[in-house]
């Protein structure tokens, strides 16, 4: 049988957990019951730097039933990849095969009797896919799928749809943990290990209480990170544009030189200013972009560790 480890990072999560805990409890009897995972799989909870009761209630739940819930306290807050990545690796050597699932519980937890099927069947990767997407709010929707394609232009080998609910084997954690990049995007990264994968369908539930962490403006960060993590072809567009632009200044030049012949030229500041500002602002675009790399490059090479572990309930 499988020893499985689920890892669930947790943000302020104090709304959901005890009832997240309760889901997962039963999840594992009757996982256990049926003969897919040994009796000795856990769930580890990551208290990523939480400002409420979050550890508090890992603590407790550890307490009650040790050899099923354990707890990982992390010295601060370091981001939602980062904290499944310090959970993953903290469960590597204790469980044959690791799935990440986010302690709301909004991913179809009878998806996870198929992704252990599938390990059984000798799939070291199992990507959870939504197919139904209802339960999100329309503009949560329609931006994750609107990104989802510009990964695809963008180059970035991906998997359509999914997220962070995925089950790795114990030999993909050993590789993942030697990737040592910064700028962890996991959806990214775990496509180019390789290995045996398949997909299950995974339908989104409605939140059962308190408000999603993740807001706009991470899921743009996390955007970011994605693409020029695995992409350069923005430099690529950048390079492209400023051709263009050239062409353009060209054509303007052949018309300036025509009207001075022809004296049809007016003398004023309208096209001038209106020439500054759009190739100003397209310098000043440009620059932001390559600051983009040259900063994730700063990051890179300064290797300091990903996270710091506070406290691990084992």
């Known amino acids: 049988m499988t020893r499985l480890a689920i890892v669930s990072p947790c943000y302020n999560e104090e709304a959901v957990l005890d009832s997240s805990a309760r889901r997962l409890d039963a999840l594992f009897d009757r996982m256990t019951s049926d003969g897919l995972i040994?009796?000795?799989?856990f769930v580890l909870f990551?208290?990523?730097g939480s400002r409420d009761?979050?550890?508090e209630i890992i603590s407790r739940l550890h307490k009650a039933n040790p050899h099923r819930f354990k707890g990982l306290d992390l010295a601060r807050n370091v981001g939602h990849q980062n904290a499944i990545m310090a959970g993953m690796m903290t469960a590597r050597d204790m469980a044959d095969a690791v799935i990440t699932i986010d302690a709301d519980l909004q991913d179809d937890l009878d998806a996870i009797p198929r992704m252990v099927e599938a390990f059984a069947e000798g799939y070291d990767v199992v990507y959870g896919v939504k197919v139904e997407r209802t339960?999100?709010?329309?503009?949560k929707r329609l931006s994750a799928q609107a990104f989802y394609r510009l990964q695809?232009?963008?180059?970035?080998?991906?998997i359509y749809n999914h997220a962070d609910f995925r089950l790795l084997s114990r030999r993909v954690l050993d590789e993942l943990s030697r990737y040592r990049e910064k700028n962890l995007y996991l959806r990214g990264?775990?496509?180019q290990i390789g290995f045996p994968s398949t997909t299950v369908d995974d339908v989104i539930s409605p939140r059962q209480a308190g408000k999603s962490k993740y807001s706009l403006s991470k899921m743009l960060s996390?955007?970011?990170d994605g693409i020029t993590s695995f992409s350069v072809k923005p430099l690529y567009a950048i390079l492209y544009i400023g051709l263009i632009f050239i062409l353009i200044s060209l054509g303007i030049g052949v018309y300036v030189i025509y009207s001075l012949f022809a004296h049809t030229a007016v003398h004023g500041w309208a096209s001038l200013m209106l020439s500054v500002w759009l190739v100003g602002g397209f310098i000043l675009i440009s620059l932001g972009a390559v600051g983009l790399y040259v900063g994730k490059i700063y990051q890179e090479v300064k290797d300091r560790p990903l996270y710091h572990i506070g406290q691990f309930l084992d």
């Not at 695809?152 to 991906?158: D, I, N, R, T």
């Open 222 to 224: 996390l955007a970011l």
């Open 46 to 48: 990551v208290n990523d």
């Open 152 to 158: 695809e232009k963008m180059g970035v080998k991906a």
């Open 189 to 191: 990264i775990i496509p």
């Open 135 to 139: 339960a999100d709010p329309v503009l």
């Open 38 to 41: 040994a009796p000795d799989s």
């Open 53 to 55: 009761s979050t550890w």
